[in-house]
């Protein structure tokens, strides 16, 4: 059992501490976790993320629906990472969320949740991408491994590969679908080239 918990529970057996006592034991994060989280989360502050999915976006760091808005596009900076919070009528208590401080490209600034922002955000400008896809072009049949990783889908997720008396045989695994097959480094077939647009 949780230190958090096992207190909770001594309080609740001897019958003693108030109900506000035992709420902010109940929500107690242990100091060392949350400077490991915070640690992880804290490479991101002053990148630009673009918004590519539903976003909450708070003017606290909680998730309380009535104070928060859903963002589906645009683009934020990152300012900062915040532990979140419970509010409470007594006031407010830390929370195990992890939140984003940002701006919004309005210049807005509030809260996003870590793990939502890491989920539905993209550190490359949609319309950029696609445009920087369409001038490196899709992978063709005759090019070689160079000239594939050159292309707009880049380099594979892994790489499978087989030995055989007649050469050596790639599989190029992008996921999605998307497989470029080659033998001694010469594209010999591509499947799920419409997968990507």
Request: glycine content about 10%; aromatic content about 6%; hydrophobic content about 35%.
């Amino acid at each position: 059992m949780r230190r958090s918990s096992l207190l909770l529970l001594a309080f609740a057996l001897a019958g003693c501490g108030s109900a506000q006592q035992q709420l902010q034991l109940q929500h107690q994060t242990n100091p060392q976790t949350y400077a490991q989280e915070k640690v992880r989360y804290e490479r991101n502050v002053g990148k630009v993320y673009w918004i590519a999915g539903a976003l909450r976006f708070c003017p606290m760091p909680n998730r309380i629906n009535t104070k928060c808005q859903v963002l589906g596009d645009g683009h934020l900076k990152i300012d900062g990472v915040e532990q979140g919070i419970t509010e409470t009528a007594a006031g407010n208590l830390p929370a195990r969320e992890r939140y984003y401080r940002v701006t919004l490209h309005d210049g807005r600034t509030g809260y996003i949740l870590t793990a939502d922002l890491m989920a539905h955000g993209a550190e490359i400008d949609p319309e950029m991408a696609v445009a920087e896809c369409k001038r490196r072009g899709d992978p063709r049949v005759g090019m070689t491994a160079t000239q594939v990783e050159a292309t707009c889908w880049g380099k594979p997720g892994h790489i499978d590969q087989t030995h055989t008396a007649d050469g050596i045989s790639d599989q190029y695994v992008y996921g999605d679908g998307r497989y470029i097959d080659l033998r001694d480094g010469i594209v010999t077939s591509i499947q799920g080239a419409d997968t990507l647009r």
